[in-house]
């Protein structure tokens, strides 16, 4: 009987040399630090915050999504219009080159490299507004959006730059 308790001890010690001998673990970073995502976009951080200032609140998107949404209309634009007349576009958009880079990339055909990327840009050229759906869903928005963001964005442009302006945008955006 007198063993059991010697035995025990002995045990006991050489637990705690053997843990002692254990580099110590770090503590581990909070989940929040881990996954600290980039601040959310503000209006007023935005490429166009008059425009963006709009959609967010005539539609109730995110400032991420008007940017990108807003973007990606006037890069189809770009693609339909005239460089002449797409520069009266810009001149009347503060921050198109900006608000365009916002948008997400349209997806290219399987197959891609460069020829693909010219290809899946084409076909949402081609496509018009309703080739601007799988770009608006990268934003988190549904199809039907496209359609409620053209007439803000035609109509802030015409606002800024007169009917021209608004005509040469219009008729690309139906």
């Known amino acids: 009987m007198k063993r059991f308790p010697c035995l025990l001890s ?40 008059e425009l963006v200032g709009s959609l967010v609140s005539k539609l109730g998107v995110t400032p991420k999504q008007a940017e990108g949404g807003a973007g990606a209309l006037l890069g189809l634009a770009k693609g339909k219009l005239k460089a002449d007349d797409f520069a009266k576009v810009a001149t009347a958009v503060p921050g198109t080159d900006k608000l365009i880079a916002s948008a997400p990339a349209a997806d290219a055909p399987k197959g891609g490299g460069a020829l693909g990327a010219a290809a899946g840009a084409m076909g949402t050229q081609a496509a018009g507004l309703a080739g601007l759906a799988p770009v608006f869903g990268k934003l988190g928005l549904k199809s039907d959006m496209v359609a409620k963001f053209a007439p803000v964005v035609v109509d802030y442009a015409q606002k800024k730059g007169g009917d021209t302006v608004g005509k040469l945008l219009g008729g690309v955006l139906k």
Request: proline share 12%; net charge neutral.
């Open 10 to 49: 002995v045990m006991a010690l050489a637990a705690s040399t053997t843990l002692a001998q254990l580099p110590a673990a770090a503590p581990a970073a909070p989940a929040t630090a881990k996954a600290a995502a980039a601040p959310a976009l503000t209006v007023e951080q935005s490429a166009s915050p």
